[in-house]
């Protein structure tokens, strides 16, 4: 038992989080905030499958989370398809373009990994700004609202709701995910290539999984914030957004779901909080991320579990 | 600066203190909201806008407030995000209780942000070009700027005048840009204008020699039309005199700025370009009605802030100037009222014109407001 | 012919940029395996320093070598109080350390100088040189020639004086080194200072051609990035070949391709390049070890 509840641990604080939040939070923007970081904290803990357990690291994870939010905006538009079956197909898209670019670039390693999947999010963003027939270029475009049974999903409240189940979701297959034979492939993968594939691991075929699935998170990530804002623009698929992913998997914590969802909390809520420094804000942001890392170069929850660990012992 | 605002929202918050302790006695202050892009790859625009937003609130101020209720503003920064834009709308009318929102510098931040205020019923003046904004009205939905729409027309109008019909176009791909570069497209078959070479180039792009290279060597090309703000411009200005193109040069009202002439150098001159009446507020004719609204805000704005006038932050002007008017004639700060009044301005004389307002126009300007300049010996001049 | 020609002058001024990015990249990254994605601000300073030191009455050479010395300064700032309280982190957390500095970098930027675009005069004027029906700009020279002399400087450097050697060796391999007596914590210091110094004169050298503001950092150190990356990362001769084959692909890209789709057209490149060299076109072929 003790062993199953410290493997669910994780999904059962963020079980807490989310049914504990709206008592807390007063108005429809702070709900809107969680719902921020649910959308964020979930394409977080699907790049830390890929960053923290297979090792992998990947700047152009921005783009797949492109292809969630442009699939539920442009297929409802354009094509009459109805919202939830765009949302299933950007995601299996995204799905599919991952695992048929991840066979060519995973073979890559380290900085030219993070080059070429650089190029990769690069190249959809660029479809994505230019495209402008489809997708409304630069200046964005509506996202059509989903309608349900004849109800409309709509209001600050039932996104929250939504977006955590998603959340919890998301943090349950993870968890599953991790300790299943993928899981431990991926462990070993990480500690030494050369030494996985010894032990008869398909190397190749981990690290394609990892990526994959990965991009499903990510998409999905995307999708939901899209019907969220009810409108999306290609800054969602840039570059500073893939940095923006990877800082939060790096500043909660390699290898921690809770830290994925906590690194997505800081670099949402931070910007929120810190508009009281006015122009004094972006020093602020960049001095924080330099001290977090030099404080806690673990990520935030590894070094504080180590910390309670460390005293209780 | 910090130091000066900390002390403004602790002035602030003294007078709502002062407000609650005494209702009867201290009126309300007004609550104004703006989300601006001050930093980030528009902040060509949000710079500019900010810095007349607190300036001109301080004045009015320091001279009484509107109807002796003074102003509070509270400006977010956007760095040119729409998701973050939205929420900060979000939160300026639920954290902040604004009664009216001047900002939204980019088209993408604006028409993220436009369903919360139509959502919550409080009007929004946005700061931002494109004609999406306000076609179809939306009914708490403004803006002040001239469409990019009214741009190519102006410039159109002009080719025509002098007998040229086929044209190179080059734009950028930033939001500014492609906007401008699809209303261009649409509207140059009304002009019997032809464009026969379409290139584009990237918002950080720092060399366009190889775009202006093909237009260059497009047979038939008689001017070259450059649809883009910021930087883009000055660089492609530049360009075009590094290949001696010798072709009439049009720019649009996005490089409406003393800093695109700096930048451009010796190769701004013979540039032509459509704007508001504000870069050549004292070259204009003393009968000119917009003449003492202009110099006003020029004079003003180059003293404090200290860098040449743009007519970007002129459009954040003409919006808390809307506000106000709108306070004033409504006598209320009522969201809904505010509203009502707003959308019967009437000949509001602003930096980009006479603002006039009906229910179905939310810009209220026409194309007389847009000037076309020439640019000559490094300052604007008026053609024609 | 004379398309040609233009395409291959603009490629080149746009790429000897990319290429004095990406050598700052693998300076810093062979003495401390850092990947610095300040390097592009270290660019954006000397460019906003030498505008404002030269706007507030400094002549311009005086300007330019003060903000060299103000960005030096940084780039040590950022090694002393950033990279070495860090020593011994993952190099993802010293990456994001990195990304963190380049934003405060630009955050203080935005208040010590301001938000709008500025341009230095050029050197020796902005008459086109015409050659062979093609123009190139006397600036693009002294960026192209600019970036010949720091290469041939840091040839210099790294082969000829014992300082440079001692870097040298340092990158083989940090662990002898120190065993042989050489300080690798003022190794890595020094190539700290010294991509600094290379990124502020690239500043300055193209600020008259390219505009500079409080925020041309972030996308040069992305294509710098990428072009140490096609290189071959660490090798210095790579990082200035893909700087350059990168402003010429944009170059072509844009003239007989599509505008719109020009870096589409240079990543697609370097991701084919990595499919078939996956250590870069200068990269050594390295085998792991378990």
Known sequence: MPALLRRFLPVLILLALVVALPFLLKSAYQLRVATLVFTAGLTAIGLNILMGHAGQVSLGHAGFGGIGAYAVAILPTHYGIHPLAAFGLGVCAAGLLAYAVGRPILRLRGHYLAVATLGMGMLIAMVIQNQQGLTGGPDGMQVPRMELFGWRVRGAETWYWICGGFLILGAVLAVNLIDSPTGRALRAVHDSEVAARVLGIDVARAKLTAFTISAVYAATGGALLAFVNAFVTPDIAGFLHSVELVTMVVLGGLGSVVGAVVGATILVVLPQVLTVFHEYEHLAIGLIMIGVMIFMRAGVVPTLIGLVRGRSA | ?384 | MAELLQFIFSGLTVGAVYALVALGFTIIYNASDVVNFAQGEFVMLGGMATVFLAAAGLPLPLAAIAAVVVTVAVGLGLYLFAIKPARGASAVTLIIITIGASIALRGAAQIVFDKQFHRLPSFSGDDPIHILGATILPQSLWVIGGAGVILAALWWFFRVTLTGKAVLATAANRLAASLVGIDTRFVVGLSFALSAAIGAIAGILVAPITLTSYEVGTMLALKGFAAAMLGGMGNPIGAVAGGLLIGLLEAFGAGYLSSTYKDAFAFVVILLVLFVMPGGLFGARSVERV
């Open chain 2, 1 to 384: 600066m910090t130091c000066h605002s900390a002390l403004k929202s602790l002035l602030g918050g003294a007078t709502l203190a002062l407000a609650l302790a005494a209702p009867a006695v201290a009126q309300e202050t007004i609550k104004i909201g703006a989300v601006l892009s001050a930093t980030g790859p528009a902040s060509f625009l949000g710079d500019p806008e900010e810095k007349t937003l607190k300036l001109y609130v301080d004045r009015i101020n320091a001279a009484g407030g509107v109807g002796g209720r003074k102003i509070q503003l509270v400006t977010y920064d956007d760095g040119g995000d729409a998701n973050k834009a939205k929420t900060f709308a979000q939160r300026l009318v639920e954290e902040d209780k604004i009664v009216a929102m001047v900002g939204g510098s980019t088209t993408g931040t604006t028409m993220a942000m436009i369903p919360v205020f139509e959502d919550a019923e409080v009007p929004f003046i946005s700061l931002a070009g494109a004609i999406e904004i306000v076609e179809p009205v939306r009914k708490f939905v403004f803006k002040t700027p001239h469409t990019d729409k009214m741009a190519c027309e102006k410039i159109f109008d002009d080719l025509k005048k002098r007998s040229l019909a086929k044209i190179g176009l080059v734009s950028g791909t930033g939001g500014f840009g492609a906007s401008m570069r699809k209303q261009c497209l649409a509207v140059a078959a009304k002009y019997g204008v032809e464009i026969v070479a379409d290139e584009t180039y990237g918002p950080k792009d720092t060399d366009v020699t190889p775009q202006l290279t093909k237009i260059k060597g497009t047979a038939g090309v008689q001017a070259v039309v450059n649809a883009d703000f910021g930087q883009g411009p000055a660089i492609v200005t530049r360009n075009y005199r590094q290949l001696g193109i010798t072709l009439p040069f049009y720019q649009s009202h996005g490089v409406a700025s003393k800093q695109f002439i700096d930048l451009a150098g010796e190769a701004a001159n013979g540039v032509r370009l459509p704007a508001s009446a504000l870069l050549v507020a004292d070259k204009l004719p003393d009968s000119d009605p917009q003449k003492k609204t202009v110099v006003g805000y020029k004079t003003t704005f180059e003293e404090v802030a200290k860098q040449p006038v743009s007519t970007f932050g002129g459009h954040a002007y003409d919006g808390l100037m809307m506000v106000v008017d709108a306070v004033k004639r409504a006598n209320s700060t009522e969201p809904k009222k505010l509203r009502d009044a707003i959308e019967a301005t009437k000949g509001l004389m602003g930096t980009a014109g006479a603002i006039t307002m009906t229910p179905t126009d939310h810009m209220g300007l026409d194309l007389t407001a847009f000037r076309m300049l020439e640019i000559k010996n490094g300052d604007w001049t008026l053609a024609n």
